[in-house]
């Protein structure tokens, strides 16, 4: 896993990946918020289908932006003929929720107003996400019919759906962390108690299933410390009864908060957008 942006430069110079850095896809109250687009050589005129990848760190954490990211594992996927798009977000601490899944919703219609920059099969545009990132990643996937989760940022003649979500370990229903001493959950709720559950609710993706539901891997570690496995059990039965589309689900048996060691983790990923993106799934 990369601590730093430049760290796995060598492997994507060496690999014949480009990668556009800090690309700005909405700006708010004078700042940027930045995406990266990392691409391979495109020898074909066959469009790419998309990972947006969504980082974790509580929604708050200024060390786990898009900075930390699996990089040689995306680099597998752009060789697979893939576009990786890691995408920052506000934090909590600038802006409580919904702002998060705004920002991300503005991402994917950037992503499709622009397609034709990096050569993107707008209809094959998956999510993956982990931990925070996951459950904005579900949150997309999950609530295309939500308005409210579309701000006036740019690009609404395009939709911000997405194809295919890949989960890690990340909390589904917010109204099981009610704990007004979670400190995590109250500042991504704007720090007030005010209507709480039901803001939780409307932040929270096990809610807004249903039937048209994207394709979704969801993946938990056993021994997770931090979001308890029944987070991602309880999403999975939500998705088997309500969607008519397939729902996997993995547990890495051991394996605490992260899944960034050895490579089964990263090739049930694999398979999964292969599926559902790369073969016209």
């Not at 409580?96 to 209809?123: G, M, S």
């Not at 579900?138 to 609404?156: I, M, P, Q, R, V």
Request: proline share 5%; glycine share 8%; with cysteine.
């Amino acid at each position: 896993m990369a601590n730093t942006k430049e760290q796995f430069v060598e492997e994507y110079r060496k690999a014949n990946i480009t990668i556009d850095k800090n690309v700005p896809y909405k700006t708010v109250n004078g700042t940027d918020v930045c995406l990266d687009v990392i691409f391979g050589e495109d020898s074909s005129e066959k469009k790419r289908p998309a990972i947006i990848w969504i980082h974790g760190g509580a929604w708050n954490d200024h060390e786990l932006d898009k900075r930390y990211r699996p990089d040689l594992e995306l680099i597998k996927l752009v060789k697979k003929g893939y576009a990786a798009v890691c995408i920052d977000y506000r934090l909590s601490d600038a802006a409580p929720f919904p702002a998060q899944i705004q920002d991300c919703r503005c991402a994917v219609r950037y992503l499709r107003a622009h397609a034709q920059k990096w050569n993107i099969d707008t209809e094959k545009i998956g999510t993956w996400g982990e931990s925070a990132g996951g459950h904005l990643a579900a949150l997309l996937g999950t609530s295309s019919n939500c308005s409210e989760f579309e701000a006036d940022d740019g690009w609404k003649e395009y939709p911000s759906h997405v194809n295919a979500v890949c989960e890690w370990y990340g909390p589904n229903d917010l109204t099981l962390q009610m704990d007004k001493d979670n400190k995590t959950v109250m500042q991504f709720m704007g720090n007030t108690t005010d209507s709480l559950k039901t803001r939780l609710q409307k932040a929270s993706p096990i809610f807004y299933v249903n039937e048209n539901t994207p394709p979704f891997l969801i993946m938990h570690g056993g021994a997770d410390p931090f979001v308890p496995i029944m987070q991602s059990e309880i999403m999975v039965q939500a998705l088997q009864e309500k969607s008519k589309n397939p729902v996997e689900y993995h547990v890495v048996p051991d394996q605490g908060h992260g899944f960034f060691k050895g490579e089964e983790p990263y090739k049930i990923v694999y398979n999964f957008f292969d599926r559902y993106l790369s073969h016209g799934g």
